[in-house]
């Protein structure tokens, strides 16, 4: 387990930490400024994605391919037998471990400069831990042996990847017939994360024509699936306590077709 001075100078990971974990933390200091969706995202993408689910799917597991800290595999147990966090940051796996073993974990919040808050992250008693299990691993290239789900989420992961279009068009082939896979991300491409080139939108095309990432995940995806759902979803995450990020995320709910769906 990492250090705890290592961890109080991880700021990208105590900011997610707070995003996942620190929701009355979060409108102690906001609620004032901002509307009370943008502290709930973790917990309101997590009722999207088990509501959406179709009891017609008999398989029970559920992938959160780049799941950060952990916040939505544990709320996801509440409704399927086995689930598995994956993710290519081992500082995110290491807190994910530490959650699913003590329930607990200490979070340092940046308050200002070099001075912070300490805050523990818990997983209430009711969320069943054990049917969690983490992997340190690449969105890109998923163990051979992971199977199929009935439940796939993807949060914020596509604009941070080097190749997002690979990722995407493997996700119809994780997900088991009459599945779901849940997509939420503001498409915040960058090129310090993603080459230009990789972007799925945000720039024009030879023809001159605007290219949009929601209007690419769905060509990509409607082969093999058929969209049901989309939603916006607000979020935010504390840089510091008086600096903070606001995004809006599209949720994308893609239902998987059958064999015959599909036309094979």
Same mark, same amino acid.
């Given at each position: 387990?990492?250090?705890?001075?290592?961890?109080?100078?991880?700021?990208?990971?105590?900011?997610?930490?707070?995003?996942?974990?620190?929701?009355?933390?979060?409108?102690?200091?906001?609620? !004032?400024?901002?509307?009370?969706?943008?502290?709930?995202?973790?917990?309101?993408?997590?009722?999207?994605?088990?509501?959406?689910?179709?009891?017609?799917?008999?398989?029970?597991?559920?992938?959160?391919?780049?799941?950060?800290?952990?916040?939505?595999?544990?709320?996801?147990?509440?409704?399927?037998?086995?689930?598995?966090?994956?993710?290519?940051?081992?500082?995110?796996?290491?807190?994910?471990?530490?959650? !699913?073993?003590?329930?607990?974990?200490?979070?340092?919040?940046?308050?200002?400069?070099?001075?912070?808050?300490?805050?523990?992250?818990?997983?209430?008693?009711?969320?069943?831990?054990?049917?969690?299990?983490?992997?340190?691993?690449?969105?890109?290239?998923?163990?051979?042996?992971?199977?199929?789900?009935?439940?796939?989420?993807?949060?914020?992961?596509?604009?941070?990847?080097?190749?997002?279009?690979?990722?995407?068009?493997?996700?119809?082939?994780?997900?088991?017939?009459?599945?779901?896979?849940?997509?939420?991300?503001?498409?915040?491409?960058?090129?310090?994360?993603?080459?230009?080139?990789?972007?799925?939108?945000?720039?024009?095309?030879?023809?001159?024509?605007?290219?949009?990432?929601?209007?690419?995940?769905?060509?990509?995806?409607?082969?093999?699936?058929?969209?049901?759902?989309?939603?916006?979803?607000?979020?935010?995450?504390?840089?510091?306590?008086?600096?903070?990020?606001?995004?809006?995320?599209?949720?994308?709910?893609?239902?998987?077709?059958?064999?015959?769906?599909?036309?094979?």
């Amino acid at each position: 387990m990492e250090s705890l001075y290592t961890r109080k100078h991880m700021a990208w990971l105590n900011q997610y930490a707070g995003m996942h974990y620190g929701e009355r933390y979060l409108q102690e200091r906001w609620s !004032k400024f901002l509307p009370t969706e943008f502290f709930k995202y973790v917990a309101q993408l997590s009722k999207l994605s088990i509501h959406a689910f179709d009891e017609a799917c008999t398989n029970k597991r559920a992938l959160d391919l780049g799941c950060n800290v952990g916040g939505v595999t544990f709320n996801l147990a509440a409704k399927f037998d086995e689930v598995i966090g994956l993710d290519c940051s081992e500082g995110f796996i290491e807190v994910c471990e530490e959650l !699913k073993e003590n329930g607990k974990a200490t979070i340092y919040p940046c308050e200002e400069g070099d001075l912070d808050t300490e805050m523990m992250a818990e997983i209430p008693d009711s969320m069943d831990r054990s049917r969690c299990s983490f992997i340190l691993g690449d969105a890109h290239a998923l163990p051979s042996d992971i199977g199929k789900f009935g439940c796939v989420v993807v949060s914020c992961l596509l604009d941070r990847l080097e190749n997002p279009m690979k990722m995407l068009k493997s996700l119809p082939d994780l997900v088991d017939d009459k599945g779901i896979c849940v997509v939420s991300d503001p498409y915040t491409f960058l090129e310090a994360f993603t080459p230009k080139e990789n972007w799925l939108g945000g720039y024009l095309n030879k023809d001159g024509k605007e290219v949009k990432a929601s209007n690419t995940m769905k060509q990509v995806m409607s082969d093999k699936m058929e969209l049901i759902q989309i939603e916006e979803m607000p979020f935010m995450i504390q840089d510091q306590a008086r600096v903070c990020q606001l995004a809006v995320s599209e949720v994308q709910v893609w239902k998987k077709k059958t064999c015959i769906e599909q036309g094979n």
